[in-house]
C-alpha cells in the first residue's frame, strides 16, 4: 500500500515533474545498489541495473497497481532483472537460502522443484481468477503475520518465515531454530489451516481459487505452496519496515522487536533489509556531515573577505 505522501509524489513524476523525480531517484538509489551489489560482482554492472530498473518503473507506471510500496515495487523490478540477467536461476532473497539449498540439490523436501517467479505478475497482466486468488491470499498472510506480531510471537513467526519466506526444508529449520522437525510440522499445520479459512471468508466456496487452498483435508497443494511463497517474497510481508530497520541500528528498539529483526537480517539474512541497512549506515555515515557542511558553507560565505 502507498501511503500519501508516496501517492503524492507519483502524481507528481505521472505529471512530468523533474523535481518529484529526481526526489524519488536520490530517496532509492542506494539501498537498490545495494541490493544489487549484493548479488552482482561487477559494480558497473550493478550500477547499470538499477539504472535500468529506473527506466522499467517509468515505462511501467501507468500499470502500477500500488499493491505494494514503491520501494518493495522497485526491487522487485530490481530483481526480476537480476534473474533475467542469470537467465532465470533462482535469486535467493536469504543469505540462510545460499547455505542450505545448494543450486542442484533435488531433495523434493518443502522446497518446488520449479522456483517461484516472483514478479513477473507484476509484468504481465493475469487473469481475473488468478488476481483473485493472489488477493485473497496476500490479505490472508498478512492477517496471520499482524497476529504473530500482534502477540510478540516472533518465536513462531521465525519459523514460519523460514517455511514460506525462505522456502527451507522443515530440517533445515529444525536445526536453525532449535527445534523438533515435529514441531515445525505442527506449526506449518496450523498456519495452512489459518490461511484456509481466511481464504474461504474472502473467496466463494465453490471458486477455483477456494479449491486451490482447500483440497478437502488433504496436504494444500503444492501449487499453493509456492503461490505463498510468491507473495510474500514479492510484497516482503514480513519485513521490518525501513523506520524500525533504523531504530535496531541505534539500538532503540524494545527487546521482542530487537531480537526479531537481528534474526531477520542476520541469521536469515533478507538482502532487502540488509540492502536497506547498507543505505542507512551509508546516509548516517555521510549525509549529516555533508548538510552540515553546506549549511556552515551557505550562513558563513557571506563573511568570507575576497
Ligand atoms: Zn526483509
Known amino acids: 500500500m502507498l501511503t500519501e505522501a508516496e501517492q503524492y509524489l507519483l502524481e507528481q513524476i505521472r505529471s512530468g515533474k523533474q523535481d518529484a523525480w529526481s526526489q524519488l531517484v536520490d530517496r532509492y538509489q542506494g539501498r537498490l545498489l545495494a541490493f544489487a551489489r549484493s548479488k552482482v560482482r561487477d ?37 526480476r532483472k537480476i534473474i533475467d540477467l542469470y537467465r532465470g536461476r533462482r535469486v535467493n532473497v536469504c543469505l540462510l537460502q545460499d547455505g542450505l539449498s545448494p543450486d542442484g540439490e533435488s531433495d523434493p523436501g518443502n522446497l518446488p522443484l520449479a522456483a517461484p517467479d516472483p514478479t513477473a505478475s507484476w509484468y504481465a ?61 505442527v506449526i506449518k499445520h496450523r498456519c495452512l489451516n489459518q490461511i484456509r479459512e481466511q481464504i474461504l471468508r474472502r473467496l ?48 532503540t528498539l524494545e527487546p521482542a522487536w530487537t531480537d526479531y529483526v537481528r534474526f531477520h537480517v542476520e541469521r536469515l539474512g533478507c538482502r532487502f533489509c540488509r540492502a536497506n541497512l547498507d543505505d542507512l549506515e551509508q546516509q548516517t555515515a555521510t549525509e549529516p556531515a555533508q548538510t552540515f557542511r553546506d549549511r556552515i558553507l551557505q550562513s558563513t560565505i557571506g563573511f568570507l573577505k575576497n
Not at 59 to 68: C, T, W
Not at 134 to 146: F, G, N, P, Q
Not at 209 to 235: C, K, N, Y
Open 43 to 79: 559494480g558497473a554492472e550493478a550500477e547499470d541495473l538499477v539504472q535500468d530498473t529506473f527506466v522499467s518503473f517509468l515505462r511501467s507506471l501507468d500499470n502500477f497497481r500500488s499493491q505494494a510500496s514503491l520501494e518493495t515495487y522497485l526491487f522487485s523490478i530490481l530483481r
Open 125 to 185: 497482466r493475469r487473469d481475473e481468477d488468478h488476481d483473485l486468488k493472489r488477493s485473497a491470499l496476500a490479505a490472508a498472510l498478512t492477517d496471520l503475520i499482524e497476529g504473530y506480531k500482534r502477540e510478540l510471537n516472533f518465536r513462531d513467526l521465525q519459523i514460519v518465515e523460514m517455511l514460506f519466506y525462505c522456502q527451507l526444508r522443515n530440517k533445515d529449520i529444525s536445526q536453525t531454530a532449535g527445534v523438533t522437525v515435529n514441531h515445525v510440522a
Open 204 to 251: 466463494p466456496r465453490q471458486s477455483d481459487a477456494a479449491d486451490l487452498f482447500t483440497g478437502a483435508d488433504g496436504p494444500v497443494p503444492e501449487a499453493a505452496d509456492s503461490m505463498i511463497a510468491e507473495i510474500w517474497q514479492e510484497r516482503r510481508l514480513s519485513c521490518p519496515k525501513r523506520s524500525t530497520l533504523g531504530a535496531w541500528m541505534l539500538g
